[in-house]
């Protein structure tokens, strides 16, 4: 018998499934492979692979800007304000508002040393001992790399990269190790200067002496005991005077140090253009207005 035509297998091949066969896709004609029987239409499925791809790469993109967002890379440079002013001039004060109230991480290079010279076992404490006692400044390379590990540890823990470091540079030699320690990681974006007089500065140290703890401000606080240890009123009014004038003296050469060291070091920058100076004579809210303002601008 005459075989029937290929074309004539196909349409009773469609019309055994009228049930699965879309009315109006116009691209499962005959021939097709939905019309071979594979049940599916080819041009709605490479649209549905099209779309499903293009959502995907729409979520990776997503995903990557957010984590770009939120944690900054390690090769993105710091970014740092420099915050100088005599002994007793509010610097912590300031930079711990700041810290507060703009989301500045305050690094104090005080604070790292007293932290270091505290650590057991540790080969600098009794170098930044000797020193801090002296009234010296401690070796630039050791204060730098204290800081640079700050930076560091809270980039990758918390993803910060703004800093007010409080007390540094003090001096030439700090300047140097910056730039070698730190150099390009950094990009400072200027200095706070507190001015304050040097009476004003020294009353304060007296008052800070009485609750700080700090071996550099706590002479002062011998006075508060003096009368439980002597019985002799005259003896007692003796050793307040003797301990007032071996306060003065470390107030003295604390300021002295920073006198002659670190004002050289505002004069560069300010040539430079990147001081800020503050009148710090005035009280906590005054001074944290003009800084505030700086900061915002």
């Keep these: 018998s005459k075989s029937s035509h290929p074309s ?28 071979m029987g594979l049940g599916f239409c080819p041009f709605s499925l490479a649209l549905f692979a099209g779309t499903a791809i293009s959502y995907v790469k729409l979520l990776q993109h997503k995903s990557s800007k957010s984590s770009s967002t939120t944690t900054p890379s390690s090769s993105e440079p710091f970014r740092v304000v420099f915050v100088l002013g005599g002994p007793g001039a509010g610097k912590g004060t300031q930079c711990t508002l700041l810290s507060k109230n703009h989301g500045w991480a305050h690094l104090s290079a005080g604070d790292l040393l007293r932290a270091e010279r505290k650590k057991s076992g540790s080969k600098l404490a009794d170098i930044i ?18 800081i640079k590990n700050a930076m560091v540890e809270l980039r ?17 030699g700090n300047v140097t190790s910056w730039q070698e320690v730190v150099g390009d990681a950094a990009v400072l ?79 560069m920058y300010e040539k430079e253009g990147k001081v800020r100076k503050i009148l710090a004579d005035r009280s ?14």
Excluded: W
Excluded at 156 to 171: M, V
């Design 8 to 35: 004539q297998e196909v349409d009773k091949a469609c019309q055994q499934k009228p049930s699965t066969m879309p009315e109006n896709c116009k691209h499962c004609t005959k021939g097709t492979s939905y019309s």
């Design 129 to 146: 001992n000797s020193n801090i006692s002296a009234g010296k400044i401690v070796p630039s390379e050791i204060t730098t790399q204290l």
């Design 156 to 172: 990758s823990n918390q993803g910060q990269i703004k800093f007010l470091i409080d007390g540094f540079p003090r001096s030439e």
């Design 189 to 267: 974006e200027y200095v706070l200067f507190f001015e304050c007089p040097y009476d004003i500065l020294t009353s304060r140290l007296l008052e800070r002496g009485k609750t700080s703890g700090r071996s550099d401000d706590s002479l002062v606080s011998e006075r508060n005991h003096c009368q439980y240890i002597i019985s002799y009123r005259i003896i007692f009014v003796l050793t307040i005077i003797f301990l007032f004038l071996i306060l003065q003296d470390v107030i003295r050469k604390r300021f002295n140090t920073y006198r002659e060291e670190s004002m050289p070091i505002i004069d």
């Design 284 to 297: 906590i809210e005054d001074v944290y207005a003009e800084v505030e303002s700086i900061l915002k601008n």
